[in-house]
């Protein structure tokens, strides 16, 4: 069974950062449209970032020239490496991936979480001022 499981959250100080993991379990990464998504307390979620299996990544604005997405195909693994981090970086991260041929030509064009074959539990992120 496909799962994907995120770790690295926690707390961290303005302008400080963190590294996000996602561990994909039953699935080869390399495959799949994977994305970062977060959602701030009282707001709907929003997409961070994209990763292609060719590698091709996307961003939100909000967080272009911070944050970076990356992956480890012999680990199966998604990262979301967030430096100089802002209060309002704060949210429940979820990574998500889908592995249909809609998502990898779309992929980073804005397709929901709610579209995405797989999701993760979250992982919460907290950045005070």
């Known amino acids: 069974q496909v799962q994907l499981k995120e770790s690295g959250g926690g707390s961290a100080q303005a302008g400080g950062s963190l590294r996000l993991s996602c561990l994909a379990s039953a699935f080869s990464a390399a495959t799949y449209c994977m994305a970062w998504f977060r959602q701030a307390p009282g707001k709907g979620r929003e997409g961070v970032a994209t990763i292609e299996g060719d590698g091709t990544t996307k961003y939100a604005d909000s967080v272009k020239g911070r944050f970076t997405i990356s992956q480890d195909n012999a680990k199966n693994t998604l990262y979301l490496q967030m430096n100089s981090l802002k209060p309002e970086d704060t949210a429940m991260y979820y990574c998500?991936?889908?592995?249909?041929?809609?998502?990898?030509?779309?992929?980073?064009?804005?397709?929901?979480?709610?579209?995405?074959?797989?999701r993760g539990q979250g992982t919460e992120v907290t950045v005070s001022s």
């Open positions: 998500a991936a889908d592995p249909r041929s809609y998502h990898n030509e779309y992929c980073g064009q804005g397709i929901p979480i709610y579209e995405y074959n797989y």
